[in-house]
C-alpha cells in the first residue's frame, strides 16, 4: 500500500476537497472513510476532515419531517461551504445535498444550498470525472470477480453508472459481472426496511440472489445502506459473497473482513 | 368499494404468500420495463415529446376552466349532453337517471378506472341493471368477483389456468377443452358479442377530451369500446376533468407516450374519437350521447401542491417499474389506483387518514419518475405526502419521536460523538467475531429480514481525533525540541555530532500546519494501534473550528 509515491510533484494545484464522512461510514465501517482519504489523495487532493459534522438529515427528510431536517442540512452548509469541493462517498448523502437540500431550504439558504450543491460530488464520480484518478505508478490490486451494485440515489439523482465501473476496470483491472435487473432497488430505502421489513425481505432476498447468480466473489456499492442491507442478508441466508464498499476495493483493501464478517 | 388501504401490511403479507403469484408479478417485473424500453428507445425522441406534453398538460391546468369551458361549448354544439358530477355518488346517480329515463336494463361498459373509483357497478345493480363489463380483463374479474389489479391491465393477477377454470364454470357452454389462451379469448369473445346486440346503453371512459372540437378520445386492444359506444341506443361517457387538453393534435401527442409507456407498443390496435351522437347521414352510432365530467376532490388537487398529478395519462409505467408494486401487486393497496400514482391519488381522492400507509409504501428510488411520460416527480410527491402524515401526527408515534431524537442529536456533535461512540463500540465488542447479529433491540424491523453487520471498530470521528491527537503530540515534541537546541545555540556554537544532520530538524514551530502536515511523511503515527489496516494520512489540518475561514485564501 505504500507503493504510490504520494510526495511526487503534482502537474497541477492540488484540489482542496472537504470530505462528508457520512454517518453510516462513521458509525459501521469507518475503512470507508479511510479509503476516501487515501484515494483521494492520491488523486492529488488535499483532504480535510469538518471536525463537526455528523448527519445530512436523511432520515428525518425522508420521512416526511422537514422541520428536523432543515437544521441539520443549515449545518452542513455552514460546515462544508467553504471548501473547493464537498466529496461524499455515498451517492444517496450526495444527492441529498445536490437535489433536496434546494427543495428543503427557502430564500438565502436556498442559495447557498445551490452553492454547495455545485461543488459536491459522490465519491466515484469526483475520483473519475474531476480528479481523474489514474493507477499510475501503483501495483495493480487484483480482484476477484466483482459484481457492482447501483444504488438508486446514486444511478437516477446523479447519473453514478459508468464512474464506478471505470475506476473498478482501470485500478483493479476488475472482471465485473452485472447484476440481472441492476437498476433494480435492493429494498434498504432508509426506513422502509424497518417499516415494511416484509416487502424490503422480499427485495432484497431476490437482490441476493441475482448477485449470487453472477458468481461474482464481490459486491461491490457505493453506498452503506444498500451494502448493509444486502450484507445482513447474504449473512442471513449463508451466502458467500463478500459485499464491500467499492471505496475498499479501489485501495486494495481487501484483508479487513467483509461487511457483516467475523473477524 | 371497501377501501382496505391502511391494512396495506398485512394485505401484502397476505400476497407474498402465494409463491406462484410471487413468480407472476416477478415475471410482469421483468419483461415489462423491457417492452416499454424497446418501445421508447426504438421511437428515438420519447424525452422531447414528453417536455412538451408535460407543459401541454401544464398549460391546460393552468387555465382549466377556460378549457373546459371550450370543450363543454364545441361537446354541446355536437349534440352532446354534458354534466359534472361533483364527487362519485352525483356521477352514479346522474348515469341511473339516463338509464332510468331510457327504462334501460342492460349495460355493457369498456374498461373505465374513473366508475371503479364512484362504484358505479355495484349501484347500478342495486337499482336492477344488469351490467356487463367488456374489456377482457375487466370480464375476467367481474366473472371472478374480484377488482382490477393494475389500470391497464386489471386482470394481470390471473393466470390462464385460472381463467379457464373460471370460464369453464360461469359460461355454460358444455363440454369444451379451452386448452389455449386463443380459445378462451374467442369464447369470451362469443359470450360478449350477445351482451353488445341486447345492450340499451353503453358506458366507456375517455384517455383525452380535446376542447377544440369538443371530441373524446379512447383507446382500446380489443375494440371493445367502440362496440359500446356505436350498438346501443345511448352512450354515457364517464371521466374527468383532468382529461381535457386544447388540440387535437395535443391528444395525439399524448397518445405516442401513453401507448409506448403502457403496453410497449407503437399504437393500440383502436383509437377512436367521438364527436356526438348519430347525424342524420350516419349509417349507425348512438342516438342520444351523454359526457359525465367527474371532479371528486379534482379541483382541490388542482389548488394544492399536488397539482401536477393531474398531468398522469394512466398509463400505468410506474406500477410496472415500482419493486413495491412487483412485490406485493395491486390489490394490497386496498383500493382502486396501486402503484406510485396510486400511493399518491388514493390519499388525495379519499382521505389521508384512511392510506397514510401507501406513501411510505416506497423506497425512494426514483424509477417511476425516471420512467413517467407526464415527467412526474412520484417520488417527491409521495414525500409530501408523509411530510402530511407527519405534521397531522398520523404516523407511529415511535418512529415520530426516534427521528425528531435523532435529528436533535445529530445538531449535539459533543454529545451525538459521546452516545455514538459508546454504542458503536459496544456492538462492535459484542459482534466482532460473529460479524453481525441476528437479533437486536429496536432493530425487530431490520432483524426479522436480515442479520445487522456488526460496526467495524471504534467510529472514524473517534479514531481520526486519536490519530489528530497523536499529530499534535508529536508536533509539539518537535517544536519543544527546536527550541531547545536553538537556545543551545545561543548559548554558544554547537558541537556537530556526527549522524545528525540539521536537515534532519523538525520545521521551526512558526511553520503552518497546513505546510508542516503536507510535509510530514504520509504513514500512519506509530505507537498506536489503530484497529483498521488501512493507513490514513491526516489530510490538511484546515478544520472548521476555526470559525469562517476554514484555512482557505
Same mark, same amino acid.
Given at each position: 500500500?505504500?507503493?504510490?509515491?504520494?510526495?511526487?510533484?503534482?502537474?497541477?494545484?492540488?484540489?482542496?476537497?472537504?470530505?462528508?464522512?457520512?454517518?453510516?461510514?462513521?458509525?459501521?465501517?469507518?475503512?470507508?472513510?479511510?479509503?476516501?482519504?487515501?484515494?483521494?489523495?492520491?488523486?492529488?487532493?488535499?483532504?480535510?476532515?469538518?471536525?463537526?459534522?455528523?448527519?445530512?438529515?436523511?432520515?428525518?427528510?425522508?420521512?416526511?419531517?422537514?422541520?428536523?431536517?432543515?437544521?441539520?442540512?443549515?449545518?452542513?452548509?455552514?460546515?462544508?461551504?467553504?471548501?473547493?469541493?464537498?466529496?461524499?462517498?455515498?451517492?444517496?448523502?450526495?444527492?441529498?445535498?445536490?437535489?433536496?437540500?434546494?427543495?428543503?431550504?427557502?430564500?438565502?439558504?436556498?442559495?447557498?444550498?445551490?452553492?454547495?450543491?455545485?461543488?459536491?460530488?459522490?465519491?466515484?464520480?469526483?475520483?473519475?470525472?474531476?480528479?481523474?484518478?489514474?493507477?499510475?505508478?501503483?501495483?495493480?490490486?487484483?480482484?476477484?470477480?466483482?459484481?457492482?451494485?447501483?444504488?438508486?440515489?446514486?444511478?437516477?439523482?446523479?447519473?453514478?453508472?459508468?464512474?464506478?465501473?471505470?475506476?473498478?476496470?482501470?485500478?483493479?483491472?476488475?472482471?465485473?459481472?452485472?447484476?440481472?435487473?441492476?437498476?433494480?432497488?435492493?429494498?434498504?430505502?432508509?426506513?422502509?426496511?424497518?417499516?415494511?421489513?416484509?416487502?424490503?425481505?422480499?427485495?432484497?432476498?431476490?437482490?441476493?440472489?441475482?448477485?449470487?447468480?453472477?458468481?461474482?466473489?464481490?459486491?461491490?456499492?457505493?453506498?452503506?445502506?444498500?451494502?448493509?442491507?444486502?450484507?445482513?442478508?447474504?449473512?442471513?441466508?449463508?451466502?458467500?459473497?463478500?459485499?464491500?464498499?467499492?471505496?475498499?476495493?479501489?485501495?486494495?483493501?481487501?484483508?479487513?473482513?467483509?461487511?457483516?464478517?467475523?473477524? | 368499494?371497501?377501501?382496505?388501504?391502511?391494512?396495506?401490511?398485512?394485505?401484502?403479507?397476505?400476497?407474498?404468500?402465494?409463491?406462484?403469484?410471487?413468480?407472476?408479478?416477478?415475471?410482469?417485473?421483468?419483461?415489462?420495463?423491457?417492452?416499454?424500453?424497446?418501445?421508447?428507445?426504438?421511437?428515438?425522441?420519447?424525452?422531447?415529446?414528453?417536455?412538451?406534453?408535460?407543459?401541454?398538460?401544464?398549460?391546460?391546468?393552468?387555465?382549466?376552466?377556460?378549457?373546459?369551458?371550450?370543450?363543454?361549448?364545441?361537446?354541446?354544439?355536437?349534440?352532446?349532453?354534458?354534466?359534472?358530477?361533483?364527487?362519485?355518488?352525483?356521477?352514479?346517480?346522474?348515469?341511473?337517471?339516463?338509464?332510468?329515463?331510457?327504462?334501460?336494463?342492460?349495460?355493457?361498459?369498456?374498461?373505465?378506472?374513473?366508475?371503479?373509483?364512484?362504484?358505479?357497478?355495484?349501484?347500478?345493480?342495486?337499482?336492477?341493471?344488469?351490467?356487463?363489463?367488456?374489456?377482457?380483463?375487466?370480464?375476467?374479474?367481474?366473472?371472478?368477483?374480484?377488482?382490477?389489479?393494475?389500470?391497464?391491465?386489471?386482470?394481470?393477477?390471473?393466470?390462464?389456468?385460472?381463467?379457464?377454470?373460471?370460464?369453464?364454470?360461469?359460461?355454460?357452454?358444455?363440454?369444451?377443452?379451452?386448452?389455449?389462451?386463443?380459445?378462451?379469448?374467442?369464447?369470451?369473445?362469443?359470450?360478449?358479442?350477445?351482451?353488445?346486440?341486447?345492450?340499451?346503453?353503453?358506458?366507456?371512459?375517455?384517455?383525452?377530451?380535446?376542447?377544440?372540437?369538443?371530441?373524446?378520445?379512447?383507446?382500446?386492444?380489443?375494440?371493445?369500446?367502440?362496440?359500446?359506444?356505436?350498438?346501443?341506443?345511448?352512450?354515457?361517457?364517464?371521466?374527468?376533468?383532468?382529461?381535457?387538453?386544447?388540440?387535437?393534435?395535443?391528444?395525439?401527442?399524448?397518445?405516442?407516450?401513453?401507448?409506448?409507456?403502457?403496453?410497449?407498443?407503437?399504437?393500440?390496435?383502436?383509437?377512436?374519437?367521438?364527436?356526438?351522437?348519430?347525424?342524420?347521414?350516419?349509417?349507425?352510432?348512438?342516438?342520444?350521447?351523454?359526457?359525465?365530467?367527474?371532479?371528486?376532490?379534482?379541483?382541490?388537487?388542482?389548488?394544492?401542491?399536488?397539482?401536477?398529478?393531474?398531468?398522469?395519462?394512466?398509463?400505468?409505467?410506474?406500477?410496472?417499474?415500482?419493486?413495491?408494486?412487483?412485490?406485493?401487486?395491486?390489490?394490497?393497496?386496498?383500493?382502486?389506483?396501486?402503484?406510485?400514482?396510486?400511493?399518491?391519488?388514493?390519499?388525495?381522492?379519499?382521505?389521508?387518514?384512511?392510506?397514510?400507509?401507501?406513501?411510505?409504501?416506497?423506497?425512494?428510488?426514483?424509477?417511476?419518475?425516471?420512467?413517467?411520460?407526464?415527467?412526474?416527480?412520484?417520488?417527491?410527491?409521495?414525500?409530501?405526502?408523509?411530510?402530511?402524515?407527519?405534521?397531522?401526527?398520523?404516523?407511529?408515534?415511535?418512529?415520530?419521536?426516534?427521528?425528531?431524537?435523532?435529528?436533535?442529536?445529530?445538531?449535539?456533535?459533543?454529545?451525538?460523538?459521546?452516545?455514538?461512540?459508546?454504542?458503536?463500540?459496544?456492538?462492535?465488542?459484542?459482534? =466482532? $467475531?460473529?460479524?453481525?447479529?441476528?437479533?437486536? +433491540?429496536? &432493530? %425487530?424491523?431490520?432483524?426479522?429480514? /436480515?442479520?445487522? @453487520?456488526?460496526?467495524?471498530?471504534?467510529?472514524?470521528?473517534?479514531?481520526?481525533?486519536?490519530?489528530?491527537?497523536?499529530?499534535?503530540?508529536?508536533?509539539?515534541?518537535?517544536?519543544?525540541?527546536?527550541?531547545?537546541?536553538?537556545?543551545?545555540?545561543?548559548?554558544?556554537?554547537?558541537?556537530?555530532?556526527?549522524?545528525?544532520?540539521?536537515? =534532519? $530538524?523538525?520545521?521551526?514551530?512558526?511553520?503552518? +500546519?497546513? &505546510? %508542516?502536515?503536507?510535509?510530514?511523511? /504520509?504513514?500512519? @503515527?506509530?505507537?498506536?494501534?489503530?484497529?483498521?489496516?488501512?493507513?490514513?494520512?491526516?489530510?490538511?489540518?484546515?478544520?472548521?473550528?476555526?470559525?469562517?475561514?476554514?484555512?482557505?485564501?
Amino acid at each position: 500500500m505504500t507503493n504510490l509515491p504520494t510526495e511526487q510533484p503534482s502537474p497541477r494545484p492540488a484540489l482542496r476537497v472537504s470530505l462528508f464522512v457520512t454517518c453510516l461510514a462513521d458509525l459501521f465501517r469507518p475503512s470507508v472513510a479511510f479509503a476516501s482519504i487515501k484515494l483521494l489523495e492520491q488523486a492529488g487532493c488535499e483532504v480535510s476532515i469538518p471536525l463537526q459534522q455528523t448527519c445530512c438529515g436523511q432520515p428525518a427528510y425522508n420521512t416526511g419531517d422537514y422541520a428536523a431536517s432543515a437544521p441539520l442540512a443549515r449545518r452542513l452548509i455552514q460546515q462544508f461551504e467553504a471548501a473547493d469541493y464537498v466529496v461524499v462517498p455515498s451517492g444517496s448523502c450526495a444527492g441529498m445535498i445536490c437535489h433536496h437540500y434546494p427543495k428543503l431550504l427557502e430564500g438565502e439558504w436556498r442559495e447557498r444550498a445551490l452553492q454547495l450543491a455545485a461543488k459536491t460530488f459522490e465519491l466515484t464520480t469526483f475520483l473519475h470525472d474531476i480528479a481523474r484518478l489514474k493507477r499510475g505508478e501503483r501495483a495493480p490490486i487484483k480482484l476477484p470477480a466483482v459484481t457492482y451494485h447501483d444504488s438508486c440515489a446514486g444511478l437516477r439523482e446523479l447519473g453514478i453508472k459508468a464512474q464506478p465501473r471505470a475506476l473498478l476496470r482501470e485500478l483493479c483491472d476488475a472482471e465485473l459481472t452485472e447484476l440481472q435487473q441492476t437498476e433494480v432497488c435492493c429494498g434498504f430505502g432508509g426506513t422502509f426496511c424497518a417499516k415494511m421489513p416484509e416487502i424490503s425481505g422480499k427485495m432484497v432476498a431476490d437482490k441476493l440472489a441475482s448477485a449470487v447468480a453472477t458468481r461474482a466473489q464481490i459486491l461491490a456499492g457505493g453506498d452503506l445502506g444498500c451494502l448493509l442491507n444486502i450484507a445482513g442478508r447474504a449473512r442471513r441466508s449463508g451466502e458467500t459473497i463478500e459485499v464491500r464498499h467499492i471505496a475498499e476495493l479501489l485501495c486494495g483493501d481487501l484483508e479487513s473482513p467483509a461487511i457483516g464478517r467475523g473477524q | 368499494m371497501k377501501q382496505t388501504s391502511n391494512t396495506f401490511l398485512d394485505n401484502a403479507h397476505a400476497a407474498l404468500q402465494d409463491p406462484a403469484k410471487v413468480q407472476r408479478r416477478d415475471l410482469l417485473a421483468l419483461f415489462a420495463p423491457l417492452i416499454r424500453s424497446a418501445a421508447v428507445d426504438s421511437f428515438g425522441h420519447f424525452d422531447e415529446l414528453r417536455q412538451q406534453v408535460k407543459q401541454v398538460k401544464q398549460h391546460t391546468l393552468d387555465h382549466l376552466d377556460h378549457y373546459l369551458e371550450k370543450f363543454e361549448r364545441e361537446a354541446l354544439r355536437n349534440g352532446n349532453h354534458l354534466h359534472y358530477a361533483g364527487d362519485g355518488d352525483q356521477l352514479n346517480s346522474i348515469v341511473l337517471e339516463i338509464c332510468q329515463r331510457h327504462s334501460a336494463r342492460r349495460v355493457v361498459k369498456g374498461k373505465s378506472m374513473v366508475t371503479e373509483e364512484t362504484g358505479l357497478n355495484d349501484f347500478l345493480k342495486r337499482a336492477g341493471l344488469r351490467v356487463m363489463e367488456t374489456d377482457l380483463g375487466e370480464y375476467i374479474i367481474q366473472q371472478a368477483g374480484e377488482t382490477p389489479s393494475h389500470i391497464v391491465g386489471p386482470a394481470l393477477h390471473k393466470s390462464a389456468a385460472e381463467v379457464r377454470e373460471l370460464f369453464l364454470a360461469k359460461h355454460d357452454l358444455g363440454e369444451r377443452e379451452l386448452a389455449e389462451t386463443t380459445d378462451m379469448v374467442a369464447e369470451a369473445r362469443l359470450v360478449l358479442r350477445e351482451h353488445f346486440l341486447k345492450a340499451d346503453v353503453g358506458i366507456i371512459g375517455a384517455n383525452a377530451l380535446i376542447a377544440q372540437n369538443g371530441y373524446s378520445m379512447l383507446v382500446t386492444n380489443e375494440g371493445n369500446g367502440d362496440l359500446c359506444a356505436n350498438l346501443p341506443n345511448v352512450l354515457i361517457i364517464c371521466t374527468t376533468i383532468d382529461r381535457v387538453v386544447p388540440r387535437a393534435r395535443d391528444a395525439t401527442a399524448m397518445l405516442r407516450l401513453l401507448v409506448r409507456s403502457a403496453t410497449g407498443q407503437p399504437q393500440t390496435c383502436y383509437t377512436s374519437f367521438y364527436s356526438g351522437p348519430r347525424r342524420e347521414h350516419d349509417i349507425d352510432g348512438p342516438l342520444e350521447t351523454h359526457i359525465v365530467l367527474l371532479d371528486n376532490r379534482r379541483s382541490e388537487i388542482l389548488a394544492s401542491d399536488y397539482r401536477e398529478m393531474l398531468q398522469c395519462i394512466r398509463c400505468g409505467a410506474c406500477l410496472n417499474h415500482c419493486p413495491i408494486y412487483a412485490g406485493v401487486g395491486g390489490h394490497a393497496y386496498g383500493w382502486v389506483y396501486p402503484g406510485p400514482m396510486g400511493s399518491i391519488l388514493t390519499p388525495l381522492l379519499t382521505s389521508l387518514e384512511q392510506s397514510n400507509a401507501l406513501p411510505n409504501a416506497c423506497t425512494s428510488c426514483g424509477r417511476c419518475a425516471e420512467v413517467c411520460p407526464a415527467d412526474i416527480p412520484l417520488p417527491d410527491l409521495l414525500r409530501d405526502l408523509r411530510h402530511d402524515e407527519t405534521r397531522q401526527k398520523l404516523s407511529s408515534s415511535r418512529w415520530r419521536t426516534g427521528l425528531r431524537l435523532h435529528a436533535w442529536l445529530a445538531r449535539q456533535p459533543t454529545l451525538y460523538r459521546a452516545f455514538t461512540s459508546l454504542g458503536i463500540f459496544t456492538l462492535h465488542l459484542l459482534g =466482532r $467475531r460473529k460479524g453481525g447479529f441476528t437479533r437486536l +433491540p429496536l &432493530a %425487530a424491523g431490520w432483524t426479522s429480514q /436480515r442479520d445487522f @453487520p456488526a460496526p467495524e471498530g471504534r467510529t472514524f470521528m473517534q479514531q481520526y481525533a486519536a490519530i489528530q491527537r497523536e499529530e499534535k503530540a508529536r508536533e509539539h515534541k518537535a517544536a519543544q525540541a527546536a527550541a531547545q537546541s536553538q537556545s543551545a545555540e545561543q548559548a554558544g556554537p554547537e558541537p556537530v555530532v556526527a549522524g545528525e544532520p540539521r536537515s =534532519r $530538524r523538525a520545521p521551526p514551530a512558526a511553520a503552518k +500546519p497546513a &505546510a %508542516a502536515a503536507r510535509a510530514k511523511p /504520509r504513514r500512519a @503515527p506509530r505507537g498506536q494501534a489503530p484497529t483498521e489496516r488501512i493507513e490514513p494520512s491526516l489530510g490538511t489540518d484546515w478544520s472548521d473550528d476555526k470559525p469562517g475561514g476554514q484555512g482557505h485564501e
